[in-house]
Every structure is written in C-alpha cells, then in structure tokens.
C-alpha cells in the first residue's frame, strides 16, 4: 500500500515592494514634496491604485506651488552675492543666521508636505503593513541626478 503525501500549499499572499513612511518622508524633507510624491505615485502604481495617482500627483503640485507662493510672498530673499560668499566661507553671522533660517524653514515645509502625503494619502491606501520596503539607494541616485539636471538648467536658464 503506497501513502501520497498530500503537500499543504500555504495560502500566497499578495505582497507588493513600495516605499516605506519613512523613505517618502525623507524625499520631501531633503529633496521636495513632488519627489515624496512621485514615490508614493510609484507605491500606489504597484499595488494597483491607478485612478487614485491623479489626486497624489495634483496635492504634491498643489502643495509645491502654495508654498513657493507663500515664501514669495513672505518677501524671504537670498541675495547670490551672499551665496556666493558663503561658498567660500566669508559670509557674516547675519548672512549666516538669515541662510540656516532659510533652511529650515524649507526643511519644515517639506517635512509637513511629506507628513501630509504619508498621513492622508499612505495610511488611506497603505493601511496595513503587507508590504516588503523597497530600497532606496538606487532612488536617491536617481533624486540626486535630477536635481543636479534640474538646477544647472536653472543656472543656465536665470544666470546666477
């Protein structure tokens, strides 16, 4: 008498690879919103949420330019001569204090852009954690290669 041996398949589970809270996060804070953005764009392709791109993509805009829009607005200026100075390293405390002020406050905006990308978009579409966190080193090579393009056409164009 021969016994089969029944194999129990495991029930498969559809996991997706996305970017992780914390990777979106950080492209908005260090990069920009739209970068945040366009990443999360990137989850919700994979996991199959295509109608739902439109709404990430026209917040990530929408939020950039409100932004952008404020700080004109706010009459907050960087003076290149100061820029300047600062890459050699002879620029005054006042510069010095008016650059970090800059800085963080693009810091701040950014990181309450990705915030709100991960709060209302992620936790909406993204609920559970069924996921495996893609990794990012290839994105930020990408990141850093578009912003570099980015700001030399931005030189080339305004001729700082």
Known sequence: MEFEEYKQEEPEEDYVDIYSKRAIIGFSVFFNVL???AFLVINMYNAGYKKEIGRVISFSFFYYFL??????????????????????????PADT?????????????????GFLLTRIFYNKYFPDNDYYPK??????????????????????LFRF
């Not at 204090?97 to 852009?113: E, K, M, Q, W």
């Not at 080193?137 to 080339?156: E, Q, T, Y």
Request: aromatic share 8%; with cysteine.
């Open 67 to 92: 932004t952008m829009y404020l700080v004109a607005l706010a009459g907050i200026r960087i003076d290149p001569k100061v820029l300047d100075l600062a890459a050699k390293g002879t620029q005054s």
């Open 135 to 156: 990794p990012v080193g290839r994105a930020i090579l990408i990141c850093l290669l578009v912003s570099l393009i980015f700001s030399f056409v931005l030189k080339g």
């Open 35 to 37: 970068f945040g953005g």
């Open 97 to 113: 204090l008016r650059l970090l002020s800059v800085v963080v406050l693009t810091l701040s905006i950014n990181f309450l852009g």
